[in-house]
């Protein structure tokens, strides 16, 4: 992970960058306004750490310049000041997160982390038993045997197979499949699940999906592997 530290006072500088660095960041630094512009012009950070007060300039516009320019690189604010107005406009700025001096160092290394943190993905195969779906290709198969779904069925098999060994309720199945309808039609989605259920449990091993009453209907549970 790289990171620019943007910051005027010497001794936190290097405080910062060893720290940074005994934690695993990569760091440049800079030690102003104009320095620190050629740097994010040659380049690419994962994270930027920004001292608002600099010698030839101030943080906040060398952050609206940079989001301007359409870079989106995440920014922690460091700061003296520490009024409301200053952390306001930090964050109208574009701010991502905002310090206040002085601030323990693992504060900030836990916002940086915040920060980096990639954004949770869901997952792309889901899996009950020898099904698998994956839902980018929107490939089905039963024990290695393609199934062809409508997009109904599929969008019924997905909701089921995200709550795999726990109940499904019918308000929830539909307002998955059908989106935008709220009344649910139990006629409708029954022939749809009854479609769906011949298709996946047809002649292959056991039963995957089953009607829990009163409540909807629910999908076995991954094989632990
Ligand atoms: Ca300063």
Redesign the pocket.
């Known amino acids: 992970m790289r990171v620019l530290l943007i910051?005027?006072?010497k001794k936190l500088s290097a405080f910062i960058t060893k720290g940074l660095t005994q934690e695993g960041f990569s760091v440049d630094s800079a030690a102003g306004a104009a320095e620190a512009s050629r740097q994010l012009l040659n380049g690419v950070y994962d994270l930027v750490i920004m001292?608002?007060?600099?010698?030839d300039g101030d943080g906040f516009a060398l952050l609206e310049a940079m989001r301007r320019e359409g870079d989106a690189t995440p920014v922690i604010m460091l700061t003296?000041r520490g009024s409301v107005d200053d952390k306001v406009r930090g964050l109208e700025s574009g701010a991502n997160d905002y310090l206040t001096k002085p601030f323990a160092f693992r504060e900030l290394v836990a916002r940086a982390r915040v920060l980096l943190r990639p954004a949770e993905k869901p997952e792309d195969v889901l899996t009950a038993g020898d099904l698998s779906l994956d839902v980018r290709s929107r490939r089905v198969t039963r024990a290695g045997r393609r199934i062809e779904l409508t997009n109904k069925e599929f969008a019924l098999l997905e909701v089921l197979l995200r709550s795999a060994g726990r109940p499904v309720s019918r308000a929830v199945l539909w307002e998955h499949a059908w989106e935008g309808s709220f009344e649910v039609d139990s006629n409708v989605l029954d022939v749809h699940m009854g479609r769906l259920r011949r298709k996946v449990d047809a002649g292959a091993g056991g039963k995957l999906i089953r009607t829990v009453y009163g409540v909807g209907y629910q999908i076995e549970a991954p094989e632990r592997g």
């Open positions: 910051e005027d006072e001292d608002v007060n600099l010698p003296a």
